[in-house]
């Protein structure tokens, strides 16, 4: 049977990837009590990295708009395995932080970061509203543009 979520992802037509296997030595998620942390989700499609660059400089802004919903798959896509396949189990979006590979100039994250935010409204609705951070860096791992991680409350 379909669950809620699902009906409305494939309403939207989102798919949900495969969820990535970490790069390093972490977990890709942590479960505590009535909520998963999901640690920090790169831009990687089939364990290879789509986007690569900074903000600003070889990447524009639709690019990094881009990189941060791919971002925001990767992470919907650790939370799925979290909740055992069951997207239905998250009551709340807590909180998004990203961080942004970005020249010192560049200053449209508020609307980088509304890629993933966004995201997350259209698919869990008032409970997809969250509080988040969003952060300009001078370098990310295999030099992705964009690293989103977040915390959810689940049943």
Do not use: W
Not at 47 to 57: K, P, S
Not at 127 to 147: A, I, M, Q, Y
């Amino acid at each position: 049977m379909t669950g809620k979520i699902d009906a409305r992802l494939a309403q939207l037509g989102i798919t949900i990837p495969t969820p990535p296997v970490p790069v390093a030595s972490y977990l890709p998620f942590v479960v505590s009590r009535n909520q998963v942390t999901v640690a920090g989700q790169v831009t990687l499609v089939d364990g290879e990295v789509r986007y690569v660059g900074r903000l600003g400089d070889n990447l524009s802004v639709e690019d990094g708009e881009a990189a941060t919903r791919l971002c925001a798959l990767n992470v919907l896509a650790q939370l799925k395995a979290a909740c055992g396949g069951d997207l239905d189990r998250v009551t709340r979006v807590i909180r998004l932080n990203a961080f942004f590979n970005c020249t010192p100039y560049f200053l449209d994250h508020p609307r980088v970061m509304n890629a993933a935010s966004d995201l997350m409204a259209e698919i869990f609705g008032e409970n997809g509203k969250h509080t988040r951070v969003g952060v300009g860096v001078n370098s990310l791992p295999l030099g992705v543009p964009v690293e989103l991680d977040g915390v959810f409350e689940i049943a």
